[in-house]
């Protein structure tokens, strides 16, 4: 850096990686502020030519980003509220499984306490922590703390975690906690790798978009967020409205109710306490985990005489 603080080529190299970045994945821009809150300490601010250079990209990357957060910006309702024990299942699932999230927090104090003077050590820090607590804030007002959107720290977790390693004083020691973190990855390949699709909410909302008709209405616990995504990816113009088991009885010539049903959220009794005034009339899979049921009211089922 200190090389190219009188350069302006090196900046305009940044601006353009970090440019084409920002299509790639809009939390590079949290890897962004980093880089800068860095320089800021550090005090290896570019001159005015390296500013320019670095940030006139950037800037003409950035400018669409309020029109395609308008456009899209619904689309993320699925991600449900932060809470203290979300983001912890989130970084969770981002390290591999909790014995890696720990194995890598250790390594990274471990670089910090052998490297305490490193400017370098301190930028792989701020790379690691400011995109999570600026995701966190940000979601405060809109939830966007999901695990797989922060995979925009893993490289710098890598990096910080190679420099704790090599920072080890005796050969054993390295050898040791090199083969520790190898098995530990491997223990979280079939993790990482399991079947993703044991809830296909990608092909549940076309699906029922098919044959979703005017008034109906939706039961669907936890995955109304999910659904209710999908529908309106579908192109559906009539998405059900949402009611509950109890109204859906008391109004149930109102017209039909779709059920939702996930391991979490959906239960036999419901289902059966359903059908007290309501036929099924179709039923789908969707994985193992996701069931998607349409009840007509019985009265209009019935056969006539």
């Not at 890897?31 to 005015?48: D, F, I, N």
């Not at 890598?104 to 306490?113: D, E, H, I, N, S």
């Not at 179709?282 to 006539?304: I, K, M, N, Q, W």
Request: charged letters at 15%; a neutral charge.
């Amino acid at each position: 850096v200190e090389r190219g603080r009188g350069a302006w080529w090196p900046w305009l190299a940044y601006g353009l990686i970090a440019a084409l970045g920002l299509y790639v994945h809009f939390f590079v821009a949290l890897v962004v502020a980093a880089h800068g809150l860095w320089l800021l300490v550090t005090r290896q601010v570019p001159g005015w030519r390296g500013i320019a250079a670095g940030g006139i990209p950037l800037l003409l990357a950035a400018a669409p980003i309020p029109l395609i957060i308008v456009q899209f910006g619904g689309e993320q309702e699925w991600i449900p509220p932060l809470t203290l024990s979300q983001a912890a299942g989130a970084i969770t699932d981002l390290a591999g499984g909790l014995p890696l999230l720990l194995a890598l927090t250790a390594l990274g104090v471990v670089a910090v306490v052998a490297r305490p003077r490193d400017p370098v050590i301190w930028l792989l820090v701020g790379c690691i922590v400011i995109p999570i607590v600026g995701a966190a804030a940000i979601s405060v007002v809109k939830p966007m703390f999901v695990g797989r959107y922060l995979i925009i720290v893993l490289p710098f977790v890598a990096v910080l975690a190679a420099c704790a390693l090599v920072a080890l004083p005796k050969a054993w020691m390295r050898g040791a906690a090199a083969v520790a973190v190898a098995g530990l990855l491997l223990l979280a390949l079939p993790s990482a790798y399991a079947d993703t699709h044991q809830q296909d909410w990608r092909a549940a909302g076309p699906w029922m978009a098919s044959r979703v008709q005017a008034g109906d209405r939706l039961i669907a616990g936890n995955g109304q967020r999910s659904i209710n995504y999908y529908l309106r990816k579908a192109g559906t113009e009539e998405v059900p409205r949402i009611t509950t088991a109890g109204d859906a009885l008391a109004e149930a010539s109102a017209g039909r109710v779709w059920l939702v049903m996930t391991q979490s959220a959906a239960s036999s009794s419901l289902r059966e306490r359903l059908a007290a005034g309501f036929d099924e009339i179709e039923e789908h899979d969707f994985g193992d985990h996701l069931t998607v049921v349409l009840l007509e009211p019985r009265d209009a089922s019935a056969p006539p005489g």
